[in-house]
């Protein structure tokens, strides 16, 4: 708590990831906002046996992080001697989904929130579709040199799409499997670094497309092709043992363990990611966002920014523009409009970084909707520097409680980055550059909708 100039506001931090550290109390109070956050009740980082305690669980699914709002909100009163008057929540990748749940759960626990890349389908295709992404991968295993060869194919098929060349996917909708041609990257002799064998070309194909039944109907989507050189490839499909000792798929996966603990006999190799989707749906029912009729949050005066990576592979766009219309379904598209707007970031991956502008300032464009009901129709994002998200990372402090923070502190320490600015437009819209003027220039590019 800011012991001068407290403006009245609270922002508080969900963690991301299985939680395990106290999130952001701190980037923010300079700015006059009172900050809170919580561990989720998970006293160790990235250790998902938690699951197999039910009140644990629930603590973890949303209970945690009302009831730290609540004992916060109490603490900043007695201590300011006045209420507190606008609270506001951010959180990515999993702190997006616990976002998402708060205005949904407890609509009248903050008047803002900002909910970054949340995973939607936390509990059930995000670890459906790591398991299987780590299964294809042993099979037939993407190399970085394959990833490099596929990042450039579709930077040939789809960069143009948006009216420029920048080696951004502006509008990855666009990108189709018939335009990015992977038949015609297959090897035609023996296997080398500048072709895919029919096995690399399959897995490439799952991560764009997702897992698939029998009938070839698309159960848990997948990837939209884009930034395969920003960095979730590298930790979350190849690997990368200088930042985490396997890919995060294969890490993720064994959350499933964890899950189906009661299960006898389970074998996570014998697990069915079409045919058990379903059960562990069940088992996870408390984690995963329940339908999303925000009309009690909308009631009461809430405001809603979400923003997403086009090409974040854990927490994939589809899956975001799935559950965005279901919710204009639920809410009609004009209440819809009134308390949420969805960003989605070309070129940017999980959380932070990419090739894409992806650096932007939700914070203010949330207290200018709560407070002076001014709705966000673009906001300004620039690409601060030029390394991925592993290299960023990798040159972080040890104890990090935001890795957007630190990625974002990596690049605007980088001398030699090339900067440039674009605006984030609300979907379904997505920028087009006018045609004249410098690409690197936001004010070059307008927000259109075909």
């Known amino acids: 708590m800011p012991l001068e100039r407290w403006t009245g506001r609270l922002m508080y931090h969900a963690p991301g990831g299985l939680a395990g550290v106290i999130g952001d109390t701190t980037s923010l109070l300079d700015e006059g906002f009172a900050m809170a956050t919580t561990d989720a009740a998970?006293?160790?980082?990235?250790?998902?046996?938690?699951?197999?305690?039910?009140?644990?669980?629930?603590?973890?699914?949303?209970?945690?992080?009302?009831?730290?709002?609540?004992?916060?909100k109490h603490i900043i009163a007695t201590f300011y001697g006045r209420e507190v008057e606008h609270a506001y929540l951010w959180g990515c990748s999993n702190g997006g989904r616990a976002a998402l749940m708060e205005a949904l759960r407890y609509p009248d626990d903050f008047d803002g929130i900002i909910a970054g890349d949340p995973a939607i389908d936390y509990g059930t295709g995000l670890l459906a579709f790591s398991l299987e992404g780590a299964r294809m991968q042993r099979a037939h295993p993407l190399t970085p040199d394959s990833v490099a060869l596929l990042d450039a194919n579709t930077r040939r098929a789809c960069d143009m799409l948006d009216g420029v060349a920048d080696g951004i996917i502006g509008d990855p909708r666009k990108c189709t499997m018939d335009l990015l041609n992977l038949d015609r990257l297959a090897c035609q002799g023996a296997p080398a670094a500048d072709c895919l064998t029919e096995g690399q070309i399959e897995t490439a194909r799952f991560f764009y497309t997702g897992?698939?039944?029998?009938?070839?109907?698309?159960?848990?989507?997948g990837n939209y092709p884009g930034s395969g050189l920003g960095g979730d490839f590298e930790l979350w499909v190849t690997g990368n043992p200088?930042?985490?000792?396997?890919?995060?798929?294969?890490?993720?996966a064994t959350v499933i363990e964890s899950v189906m603990h009661r299960k006898p006999g389970f074998s996570l190799e014998a697990f069915d990611t079409v045919a058990d989707l379903?059960?562990?749906?069940?088992?996870?029912?408390?984690?995963?966002?329940?339908?999303?009729?925000?009309?009690?949050?909308?009631?009461n005066g809430g405001k809603l920014i979400i923003y997403n990576g086009w090409n974040d592979h854990p927490c994939r766009a589809k899956v975001l523009e799935e559950w965005y219309f279901e919710t204009e379904d639920i809410n009609g598209k004009e209440k819809t409009d009134e308390f949420l707007r969805t960003f989605m970031v070309p070129g940017m991956v999980h959380c932070a970084g990419g090739p894409g502008a992806w650096a932007a300032d939700y914070v203010q464009a949330i207290v200018d909707w709560v407070e002076n009901d001014k709705a966000p129709d673009r906001i300004?994002?620039?690409?601060?520097g030029a390394l991925t998200f592993i290299e960023a990372t990798a040159i972080a402090p040890d104890q990090v409680v935001s890795w957007a923070e630190v990625v974002l502190e990596a690049h605007l320490a980088n001398p030699d980055a090339k900067r440039f600015s674009r605006p984030l437009c609300p979907y379904p819209q997505y920028a087009q550059y006018k045609g004249s003027g410098s690409p690197d220039k936001a004010e070059n590019f307008a927000c259109v909708e075909d």
């Open 42 to 72: 998970n006293p160790t980082q990235n250790d998902h046996t938690f699951y197999r305690d039910d009140e644990r669980k629930l603590n973890f699914a949303f209970r945690a992080n009302h009831l730290t709002t609540k004992l916060s």
């Open 380 to 384: 300004i994002a620039e690409h601060p």
């Open 278 to 299: 379903e059960e562990l749906g069940r088992v996870m029912h408390a984690v995963d966002i329940p339908t999303p009729d925000f009309s009690a949050f909308h009631a």
């Open 211 to 221: 897992i698939t039944d029998e009938s070839g109907n698309v159960v848990v989507p």
């Open 242 to 252: 200088s930042f985490m000792l396997e890919p995060a798929n294969d890490l993720t």
